[in-house]
């Protein structure tokens, strides 16, 4: 696929995923940084996102919003990159990939939040049940493996590692010897260093601004 590739970020946001995917497909793009309560707000970009949040990517005339979703996408729209595994062997690729997303995320935010799940009721409101099984099931998950599925780097890793970096960074999840063993290689990939100078530089042209 030749289309234009472009990228919605804001170099404070969720956007260090996708951006982290994109130099691992290795692809050409082009970044426009949004503004919060402004350009992100505004209507061209409504357009693009209703929910006026990044990130989002414009492939051709197919967008696609939220980061593990555009982890995906990205990994099937340019197969050379060899994110995804073969269809046949997927499973644990989109279980894991839409765990952190579905029940990882939302998890921690609620953590941090200052709210969580503390009743047995309550729990089985929620996909997640609660952080400490969200949290507790994904460690039993990584332990003893580089990988969150199969034997090769995925797309599924740069979800999941960005996820469990973050948590670590801000003290939102545990440090747990499964999560760091597995995080710390990954971190060192060449093409997460280059986004995360990419973002260096971003954040250097763009005024602080509150998530």
């Known amino acids: 696929m030749t289309q234009e590739l472009i990228f919605f970020t804001n170099p404070q946001s969720r956007g260090a995923i996708v951006h982290w995917m994109l130099e691992e ?10 503004e ?8 061209e970009y409504l357009d ?8 989002a990517i414009l492939h051709g005339d197919v ?10 996408y990205l990994a099937d729209a340019f197969p050379k990159a060899g994110l995804a595994p073969a269809l046949d062997a997927r499973g644990d690729y989109y279980r894991w990939l839409f765990f952190a997303a579905a029940c990882g995320e939302p ?8 709210w969580d799940v503390d009743s047995a009721d309550g729990q089985r409101q929620f ?11 994904l460690a039993g998950w990584l332990a003893g493996r580089s990988y969150v599925a199969g034997d090769r780097f ?7 590692a960005s996820l469990l970096d973050f948590g670590m960074a801000f003290n939102l ?11 710390a290689p990954l971190l060192e990939r060449p093409a997460k260093k280059r986004a995360d100078a990419l973002i260096q530089e971003l954040m250097a042209k763009v005024a602080p601004q509150a998530l």
């Open 107 to 114: 998890a921690m935010s609620n953590k941090a939040a200052g």
């Open 48 to 55: 693009i996102n209703p929910m006026g949040k990044v990130p």
């Open 63 to 72: 967008v696609v919003t939220e980061a593990a979703a555009i982890c995906a």
């Open 127 to 137: 996909g997640y049940g609660s952080f400490e099984m969200t949290y507790d099931a």
């Open 154 to 160: 995925s797309a599924a890793d740069v979800y999941v």
């Open 36 to 43: 919060y309560g402004t350009s992100m707000k505004a209507p």
């Open 173 to 183: 999840i545990a440090r747990k010897p499964e999560f760091e063993a597995y995080v």
């Open 25 to 34: 497909v290795g692809q050409p793009y082009t970044v426009r940084v949004l």
